[in-house]
């Protein structure tokens, strides 16, 4: 696995030249026109990186793009990797191996997610306080390398506070929704039945949603700082009769996408 990550981090240097980017950002579902935001982009398809895997789903470009947002280099994946499409977990959270090999500090997160906590509405910003992963595995099972982090990796913070702090200050500023949650990471592609949701919310989640996890559990051992944000697609609960569907999903993230495009460039910048 070493010799992967460097092989890969050592053609993408060799592609883009210059300064490597310090930030990173992974672009969930129908969130994939912050890109717009990027300047000086150089697209680069995963087909054409080396140990990338492709990305099956619709809705989910596959593209690693490299420019500069705010003045700030940056990198971003459009388009991630999800366990439910059958790749293993080492698969799903190999970009952010490769992120961290390249020098980068700071990871940003996107998602679409269904929302358990009542006081949700569609289309909602939540910004992820904290997860629960409920994949039936742990991307760090295995062999440990200490250079990429330890066996024994504490998850006290997972998703920075600072960086946290830094999106209300934003928010509040620009007059943003933004509430707070937890983030509970299954492995899907079914949506959840009603007491599904309901057991979600009992334990403490606030939205539900198929990706994310291990891509920050990967980030934190590797120490890198952690911001999250998902944009609330659907409802779901007991008394929730409203049926999500991929395409729902795709058109409730897009109404969110304004506020999630402001905030996330405001970050970037203010990081
Ligand atoms: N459940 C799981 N994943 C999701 C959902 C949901 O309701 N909405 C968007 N992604």
Redesign the pocket.
């Known amino acids: 696995m070493l010799e992967k990550i460097k092989q890969t981090a050592e053609f993408l240097r060799s592609r883009v030249g210059g300064e490597m980017p310090k930030v990173a950002v992974i672009l969930g ?1 129908g969130l994939g026109s912050l890109v717009d935001h990027i300047d000086e982009k150089l697209y680069i398809p995963y087909s054409e990186i080396p140990n990338f895997p492709v990305s099956t789903v619709q809705g989910h470009s596959g593209n690693l793009i490299f420019g500069t947002m705010g003045g700030k280099r940056v990198m971003a994946m459009q388009g991630r990797f999800h366990y439910y499409e059958g790749y293993d977990m080492k698969t799903v959270t190999f970009p952010v191996r490769v992120m961290k090999e390249l020098g980068v500090e700071t990871l940003f997160v996107s998602n ?3 929302g358990m906590n009542k006081e949700f509405v569609v289309g909602d910003v939540m910004i992820i306080t904290d997860h629960i992963n409920l994949f039936p595995e742990n991307p760090l099972r295995g062999k440990n390398y200490e250079e990429l982090g330890p066996r024994f990796p504490a998850m006290t913070e997972p998703y920075s506070k600072e960086l946290v702090a830094l999106a209300d200050a934003i928010g509040q500023e620009k007059g943003m929704r933004l509430m707070h949650g937890v983030y509970v990471g ?1 492995t ?1 592609p079914t ?2 039945t009603p007491a599904e949701y309901e057991y979600f919310r009992v334990i403490g989640g606030d939205a ?3 990706s994310t996890v291990p891509e920050v559990i990967v980030a934190r051992h590797a120490d890198m700082r952690v911001f999250g944000i998902s944009v609330i ?2 409802l ?1 609960g007991k008394d929730i009769t409203e049926v ?1 569907s991929h395409e729902e ?1 795709q058109k409730a993230a897009l109404k969110a996408q304004p506020t999630v495009e402001a905030l996330m460039v405001s970050m970037v910048e203010r990081c």
């Open positions: 579902t679409a997610a269904g299954t899907g949506f959840e539900v949603g198929m697609t659907d779901g999500p999903v």
